[in-house]
């Protein structure tokens, strides 16, 4: 199992601003995710943070807007660029163990723009 | 690129009735899981299903796998307040540990 702490827990930012998120994880994972979860909606996936390289970004994200740090095996941060209210969601901080079986998360990170 | 649709979208009912939650995909399984999320906290791992037609239980939850692993139920009985929850499966893209969610249902039980 793992235990994922994230920072702030929520916060509210003034439009073209930018937010970094923390993520911290009880235990070394190779692979750390980001999602977003738009109000009443599923979970997208936004890239996988590996530890000593470039994040790998989905479909309809990019580095630009959504610069991802992982400085080590534990820790990693999201940074939400050039705020729009449209980047109103709430951003999740994901890892998987048992052979990808289970997916365990942070309790999320809920930002509104205004 | 495999999509996940749930049914119903939401949902509210009485406490104490009996309720079922779809989920179809577009493509096979790799390995099917189910998650619950309260509100304020990331989801949380209910059961995981690999195997066509299997089906597993956990207390008042009844989970089944189709035989051809592209869909599944989850059925709550004699639901409570505490089942309260958005209600996702998932799906992990074999040998990448990236998770597709579903769609989600949104579930109120009402005291």
């Known amino acids: 199992s793992a235990v994922i702490s994230q920072k702030p827990s929520r916060d509210i930012c003034q439009r073209g601003t930018s937010l970094t998120i923390q993520c911290q994880v009880d235990?070394?994972?190779?692979?750390m995710f980001w999602y977003r979860q738009q109000p009443g909606q599923s979970l997208t996936l936004i890239a996988t943070?590996?530890?000593?390289?470039?994040?790998?970004?989905e479909s309809g994200f990019v580095i630009d807007k959504f610069p991802i740090s992982r400085p080590n095996l534990t820790f990693s941060t999201l940074t939400v660029s050039n705020m729009s209210p449209e980047d109103s969601s709430i951003y999740l901080c994901?890892?998987?163990?048992?052979?990808?079986?289970?997916?365990?998360f942070g309790q999320g990170t809920r930002l509104t723009v205004v | 690129t495999q999509l996940l649709e749930q049914s119903p979208q939401f949902l509210s009912i009485q406490e104490g009735e009996n309720l079922t939650v779809y989920c179809n995909s577009s493509?096979?399984?790799?390995?099917l899981q189910w998650y619950r999320q309260e509100p304020g906290e990331g989801p949380v791992l209910l059961v995981t299903?690999?195997?066509?037609?299997e089906v597993k239980k956990l207390k008042r939850l009844t989970f089944q796998f189709g035989d051809a692993r592209k869909d599944s139920s989850l059925h709550i009985t004699a639901a409570q307040p505490g089942d309260t929850g958005l209600y996702l499966c998932a799906d992990a893209a074999s040998g990448t540990y990236k998770y597709i969610f579903g769609t989600g249902t949104r579930l109120k039980v009402l005291a």
């Open positions: 943070a590996n530890q000593g390289s470039e994040a790998t970004y």
């Open positions: 235990s070394q994972v190779t692979m």
């Open positions: 994901s890892v998987a163990t048992g052979g990808g079986t289970e997916a365990f």
């Open positions: 493509s096979v399984f790799s390995s």
């Open positions: 299903v690999v195997t066509g037609g």
